[in-house]
């Protein structure tokens, strides 16, 4: 079993940027596969990005692409998503996830962080 626990996010202006980190416990980070996902208010859980186990592969939403990037740290047992040109419509809680597959569809992932407000104002 692993704990998941989301921080940096926060309020920034369009065009800015801002990196949300998402620190493991109770096991080795590397022994999965991590996600970002995120929810807007009224909206359902979306997929945002995907790291293989070693982080040499990644995958994003074509909402993100060229604009978000997802890395890993396993001796550190994080993974980050940094954030650039931000816009409005990136408004959402951002959660984290580990799954054992590698997988863009959430019910694949076991894990979820607490999640962490990212708010874009224009």
């Known amino acids: 079993q692993v704990q998941l626990v989301e921080s940096g996010g926060g309020l920034v202006q369009a065009g800015g940027s801002l990196r949300v980190s998402c620190v493991a416990s109770?096991?080795?980070?590397?022994?999965?596969?991590m996600g970002w996902f995120r929810q807007a208010p009224g909206k359902e859980r979306e997929f945002v990005a995907v790291?293989?186990?070693?982080?040499?592969?990644?995958y994003y939403a074509d909402s993100v692409k060229g604009r978000f990037t997802i890395s890993r740290d396993n001796a550190k047992n994080t993974v980050y998503l940094q954030m650039n040109s931000l816009k409005p419509e990136d408004t959402a809680v951002y959660y984290c996830?580990?799954?054992?597959?590698?997988?863009?569809?959430?019910?694949?992932?076991?894990?979820w962080g607490q999640g962490t407000q990212v708010t874009v104002s224009s």
């Open positions: 109770g096991r080795t980070l590397s022994s999965y596969v």
């Open positions: 996830a580990a799954s054992a597959t590698y997988d863009t569809d959430s019910s694949g992932y076991r894990y």
């Open positions: 790291i293989n186990w070693g982080g040499s592969r990644q």
